[in-house]
């Protein structure tokens, strides 16, 4: 039982620390030509575009912070996941 638990938590760690990487990626395309454009941006674009539209709106002038808020509030997951997990595995072994 506590193994299964291990796993499905370390998935969805592993899961999380992926879309980080993935949105880091679509950050730095940004400054390359033409990169949202080619397979890989279009790919990459429509698996974080969902998500970061939800932090659009976090401007300083011109410069768009979203992608590094949208970090924090994962990082912030993470370890709210981290928590629940030792809190469950507590209860469990009592």
Known sequence: ?????????????????????????YALM????????????QFVGRLVN????YFDRIALGPLGFGPVVAIIVLTLVQYGLQAVERMIISLLLG
Do not use: D, K, T
Not at 30 to 41: C, D, E, I, M, V
Not at 50 to 53: G, Y
């Open 1 to 25: 039982m506590l193994s299964l638990l291990g796993i499905i938590f370390q998935v969805l760690n592993w899961l999380i620390s992926a879309y980080i990487l993935l949105i880091v990626v």
């Open 30 to 41: 940004s400054w390359l030509p033409g990169a949202y454009q080619s397979r890989l941006g």
């Open 50 to 53: 969902p998500f970061l539209s």
